[in-house]
T-cell receptor, first 115, second 112 residues
């Protein structure tokens, strides 16, 4: 298996622009997670899907952030409008079971820079 | 919420040395995982270890859930072991979400 795939790997954009991050989980995994990593806040969970349904989005910073999972093999995280404080590395992870109880496999991350 | 503290915050080793990384957590947990983030940013799951001891090659981990800590042992360290090691837990009281809470990490540099 190719593992969790994320695109793009790097994104540089200007404040106010819309940003869309993409993730393809490992085939057969039922849970998908979006994380954000910054120096100040470390790794924090933004949203978690199980069987394509959002279970917990309490980590989503504000209304500018939205995530979708239209099918079992694809998810997007959108920021509109983007702000410089959104600059971070965004990771997608997937696991076989329900919730975070199973081993999570992380993608390579998307490094986002908002100017 | 649950607090996860890791020590030491950073560590420098000579190749071949052994080390022990510690993870303390403030409440009962259902799940504990160790991750390695390499210098290129990739996060790799090392152990799923809510209790007991596991070994994988030169790495081993022990979790004593009743005393709220876990240890990660690295023996005969190699330069490829460099990176940040994270401990992550799921609180016993976390509810349906079972959210993984990450510690602040230990930055390890192994010098040749």
């Amino acid at each position: 298996d190719a593992g969790v795939i994320q695109s793009p790997r790097h994104e540089v954009t200007e404040m106010g622009q819309e940003v869309t991050l993409r993730c393809k989980p490992i085939s057969g995994h039922n849970s998908l997670f979006w994380y954000r990593q910054t120096m100040m806040r470390g790794l924090e969970l933004l949203i978690y899907f199980n069987n394509n349904v959002p279970i917990d989005d309490s980590g989503m910073p504000e209304d500018r952030f939205s995530a979708k999972m239209p099918n079992a093999s694809f998810s997007t995280l959108k920021i509109q409008p983007s702000e410089p404080r959104d600059s971070a590395v965004y990771f997608c992870a997937s696991s076989h079971g329900q919730g975070a109880a199973d081993t999570q496999y992380f993608g390579p991350g998307t490094r986002l820079t908002v100017l | 919420g649950i607090q996860v503290e890791q020590s030491p915050p950073d560590l420098i080793l000579q190749e071949g040395a052994n080390s022990t990384l510690r993870c303390n957590f403030s409440d009962s947990v259902n799940n504990l995982q160790w991750f390695h983030q390499n210098p290129w940013g990739q996060l790799i799951n090392l152990f799923y270890i809510p209790s007991g001891t596991k070994q994988n090659g030169r790495l081993s981990a022990t979790t004593v859930a009743t005393e709220r800590y876990s240890l990660l042992y690295i023996s005969s360290s190699q330069t490829t072991d460099s990176g940040v090691y994270f401990c992550a837990v799921i609180s016993h009281y976390g509810g349906a979400t079972n959210k993984l809470i990450f510690g602040t990490g230990t930055l390890l540099a192994v010098q040749p």
